[in-house]
T-cell receptor, first 113, second 114 residues
Framework: KAGVTQTPRYLIKTRGQQVTLSCSPISGHRSVSWYQQTPGQGLQFLFEYFSETQRNKGNFPGRFSGRQFSNSRSEMNVSTLELGDSALYLCASSSVERDNEQFFGPGTRLTVL | AQSVTQLGSHVSVSEGALVLLRCNYS??????LFWYVQYPNQGLQLLLKYTSAATLVKGINGFEAEFKKSETSFHLTKPSAHMSDAAEYFC????????????FGTGTKLQVIP
């Protein structure tokens, strides 16, 4: 099976712009979670989608949003980018059959200038 | 509520020495526990997981961890460190049963000295 893929791998934006990141889960996985990873804050949970519904949400401002499509692919959007949004954004997919073990993609490195 | 504490944000060991990375958890119900490894500019890779079967769990790359309920610990060990083990390691916890959110620790960077 192909692993979790994330596109793009690297992105450079300027403050005030918006960005959309994409995640394709492992075939058959219906749950997709998003995390922000920074040196100072570590891994922080953004949100989780299951069958096109947001099932859980972390403590991030409303500028961060996401969605999931019927094929389980997910996108996350960040509007009005701030310098502090520079981070590695990780996507993970999981299935109930595997004890919700999370399989991570390689991440998207977002740099905000 | 659930949480994970990883003791030591940086650990250094000599090549060939024992690796011990500490993880303590807090969970009001029986937990599932995980160890992940992250190499630079990559995502996280699962090393091993505890899901209430055997308390001693063996994972990939020679790593293992022991679930100790009395100590609420799930420390990661490897008898002999290799240069390729240099990476960041994350402990994670979630409650057993159905869907539950995963909570990650703050990570421990392992340095292996030749």
């Amino acid at each position: 099976k192909a692993g979790v893929t994330q596109t793009p791998r690297y992105l450079i934006k300027t403050r005030g712009q918006q960005v959309t990141l994409s995640c394709s889960p492992i075939s058959g996985h219906r749950s997709v979670s998003w995390y922000q990873q920074t040196p100072g804050q570590g891994l922080q949970f953004l949100f989780e989608y299951f069958s096109e519904t947001q099932r859980n949400k972390g403590n991030f401002p409303g500028r961060f949003s996401g969605r999931q499509f019927s094929n389980s692919r997910s996108e996350m959007n960040v509007s009005t980018l701030e310098l502090g949004d520079s981070a590695l954004y990780l996507c993970a997919s999981s299935s109930v059959e595997r004890d919700n073990e999370q399989f991570f993609g390689p991440g998207t490195r977002l740099t905000v200038l | 509520a659930q949480s994970v504490t990883q003791l030591g944000s940086h650990v250094s060991v000599s090549e060939g020495a024992l690796v011990l990375l500490r993880c303590n958890y807090s969970s009001s119900v029986p937990p599932y526990l995980f160890w992940y490894v992250q190499y630079p500019n990559q995502g996280l890779q699962l090393l091993l997981k505890y899901t209430s079967a055997a308390t001693l769990v063996k994972g990939i790359n020679g790593f293992e961890a022991e679930f100790k309920k009395s100590e609420t610990s799930f420390h990661l060990t490897k008898p002999s460190a290799h240069m390729s083990d240099a990476a960041e390691y994350f402990c994670a916890v979630r409650r057993a049963g159905g869907y539950q959110k995963v909570t990650f620790g703050t990570g421990t960077k392992l340095q292996v000295i030749p």
